[in-house]
């Protein structure tokens, strides 16, 4: 076997219908009319791009839909649009404008409800403030807010005269913010007071006088909403209140009619390697991207109450929260705080009070709520559900059987999203009326996406052969460049595997064409000769019932190249014995092969995270290493449990 390969060993055969009712009303409603869509979508790209994009404003139309001079793509040449225009303007003149565009619950409890209406005022005279402060179209514009609504209209606002905005999110440090707000040379940073979360202020404006005082020479401006109320430090003339400038600013702007070409925001990204990585993106292309997917991914319709979870810091917030959503004229819900704040209730609360009907989460978020019990969820009314989604991990299997049951009520298909901060958009998903589901599989490529599973020579790979996940072909939501840093951009992303567009993540096609991700390829196991990806050991794991949540690591072995170490955390109630341990050895190796049997298994009551929920797995590696240093941990959420993990793993040596 090629050392390009990786072997596969789960299995899956559960498999799961649209539920009629949903198929008879959903845009897509078979997986023929599906199948023939997207043949036309890869026979006539511009054709098909050209019509999706009509469905929006342009001021301008485009002469050309797309240019492309590997790997640069440039979409919708020569057209003029606005992308605030088409979520915000091009709903008044409808009945929408008085429809919620967002209904936003804070951590303590306030509710706010914006219409289209409200939001064209604010944003309006947001861009006015900023206009107001020196900043012009290509400017950078720094976000770091807590999820309120003040935060989305300031991204609007960004783009609608045309400035770059660069969220960052705020759970991330002064350090971080200082890095980010530097690689972009921002002129001004939009933040508040503080935001709450679990019940305690973040004291933002102190983050964010941190990381000037530590040096973003490029800053001349700083916006401070007040939210928590409490005092902070200000500096006349360099500080501004947020209320004391909407006051004087008109609430008259019109949209700024951009190139489509016209970069729209910067999004920092973690590379593998320290140094994060500004990912580039444009207006018409991002637009016409996340204004389909949106709509056929998650079904839009005209009475959906949509809710995604996820932060705007992050590529889910920028897409899925505000852009493609509201370019649909879809009501997006936002709720600022912690799940488990007042109680792990707090989110099915919210479901059941504003009758959400599309619940769009991350696979973390869902083993969290496993560990907190099926009683939290049973306790409200999830009735108005009717789709679910994920996003930002392989979902193990067992999980997506709870997420099914327990939340969906086995009644609402869940779309398992593909897709990356690179990407823009959705990649890979099931369309929840065509798409019969298997339960850890993404499914299928979305209109004009060519993906497929290859060696790393680029040759495609028969079914069930772990591989490389690539995308043969530019589509709109693309990224364009790294910000200042082209050449990164060539060499990580089209010249890994030549003249493609590599994910960095492995993957494996099944019999049905549908797309397995097995994780990123830095996470793969060698194991005796065989490749595995941690993902299918860890489904394994976490298919046994004492177990909530699971990371499988490689650790240097003299006999068998890489030993596979579990870190395990339980479920309530389960005894961590050496019993156990041998179970789910046992378990292992019957339920995928004796050869992903682990040599050992830790336990451990948490795992090291990044602040958007992934595993980190580089450091468990470390730590299952022994080494003594471990590499960055600027992205990590909490140090503690790599803190308790060292000491309890030193004291297991000496026992
Ligand atoms: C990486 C991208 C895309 C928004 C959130 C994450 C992993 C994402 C899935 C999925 C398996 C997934 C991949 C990908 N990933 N969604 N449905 N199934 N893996 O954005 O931080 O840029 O991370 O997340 O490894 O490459 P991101």
């Not at 929840?432 to 497929?452: H, R």
Request: net charge negative.
């Amino acid at each position: 076997m090629s050392q390009d390969q990786i072997t596969s060993l789960l299995q899956e055969d559960r498999l799961f219908y649209p539920p009629r009712d949903f198929q008879e009303q959903a845009h897509i409603r078979s997986l023929e009319q599906y199948r023939a869509l997207y043949a036309r979508s890869l026979e006539d790209p511009e054709g098909f791009w050209a019509e999706m994009a009509s469905a929006l404003h342009w001021f301008r139309r485009w002469d050309r839909v797309l240019q492309w001079d590997p790997p640069q793509a440039q979409w919708f040449l020569g057209g003029q649009t606005n992308l605030c225009y088409n979520c915000v303007d091009r709903h008044l003149q409808s009945w929408r404008r008085n429809k919620a565009a967002l209904i936003w619950e804070g951590e303590p409890g306030e509710e706010r409800v914006l219409t289209y209406q409200d939001l064209y005022r604010e944003v309006s005279r947001f861009a006015n403030v900023l206009r107001s402060l020196g900043v012009g179209k290509g400017d950078r514009v720094a976000i770091y807010m807590p999820l309120v609504p003040e935060a989305v209209v300031a991204m609007l606002a960004c783009a609608r005269i045309g400035a770059v905005h660069s969220v960052v999110f705020g759970g991330f440090s002064s350090e971080a913010l200082r890095d980010r707000v530097n690689d972009a040379g921002a002129r001004l940073i939009v933040t508040a007071d503080g935001g709450w979360r679990r019940g305690r202020i973040v004291p933002l404006k102190d983050y964010v006088d941190e990381a000037l005082r530590r040096g973003a020479p490029t800053v001349e401006h700083v916006v401070v909403l007040r939210r928590t109320h409490q005092e902070v430090s200000w500096e006349p003339g360099r500080d501004h209140w947020w209320d004391e400038l909407m006051a004087a600013a008109s609430a008259s702007c019109p949209a700024e009619p951009l190139d489509s070409e016209h970069p729209l925001f910067i999004l920092y990204t973690s590379g593998t390697t320290g140094k994060p990585k500004g990912v580039v993106h444009t207006t018409g292309g991002y637009m016409v991207y996340t204004a389909t997917t949106a709509r056929y991914v998650f079904d839009l319709r005209e009475e959906d109450t949509y809710w995604c979870t996820a932060d705007i810091g992050w590529i889910t917030g920028h897409s899925y929260v505000v852009y493609g959503i509201l370019a649909n004229g879809a009501t997006s819900l936002i709720y600022e705080g912690a799940p488990d704040w007042p109680d792990p209730g707090r989110f099915w609360s919210i479901v059941e009070k504003y009758r959400v009907s599309i619940f769009y989460t991350a696979p973390t978020a869902i083993r969290a709520f496993i560990r907190w019990g099926e009683a939290y969820p049973r306790r409200y009314d999830l009735s108005s559900l009717r789709l679910l989604g994920t996003v930002g991990e392989p979902i193990n299997p067992e999980a997506w059987m709870w997420y099914y049951r327990v939340i969906g009520g086995g009644r609402c298909p869940i779309v398992d999203t593909w897709w990356q901060t690179e990407t823009g958009g959705i990649m890979i998903s099931p369309l929840p009326g065509a798409t019969p589901l298997v339960p850890g599989s993404c499914t299928l490529p979305f209109f004009g996406i060519e993906a497929d599973v290859v060696d790393r020579e680029g040759r495609s790979l028969p079914p069930n052969t772990g591989g490389f996940l690539v995308i043969r072909r530019p589509w709109p939501g693309m990224m364009r460049t790294i910000y200042g840093d082209e050449a990164r951009y060539r060499r990580q992303y089209w010249e890994e595997i030549p003249g493609l567009y590599f994910s960095g993540d492995g993957a494996r096609r099944d019999e049905r064409g549908y797309f397995w991700v097995m994780g990123r390829v830095d996470d793969v196991i060698n194991t005796s000769g065989h490749r595995l990806g941690t993902m299918e050991i860890e489904s394994a794991l976490v298919s046994h019932a004492a177990v909530a949540e699971a990371a499988v690591v490689g650790r240097p072995d003299p006999v068998v190249g890489t030993a596979i170490v579990a870190f395990v955390v339980l479920r309530p109630g389960a005894d961590p014995s050496p019993k156990l341990k041998e179970a789910l050895r046992e378990h292992v190796a019957q339920q995928i092969g004796p050869i992903a049997r682990p040599q050992e298994i830790i336990f451990t009551d948490g795992l090291p995270k990044t602040r958007s929920g992934k595993i980190m797995r580089r450091l468990l590696r470390q730590l299952a290493s022994g080494e003594e240093r471990l590499g960055d941990m600027t992205t990590l959420e909490s140090a503690e449990v790599i803190e308790r993990l060292r000491a309890q793993m030193g004291s297991e040596e000496e026992e």
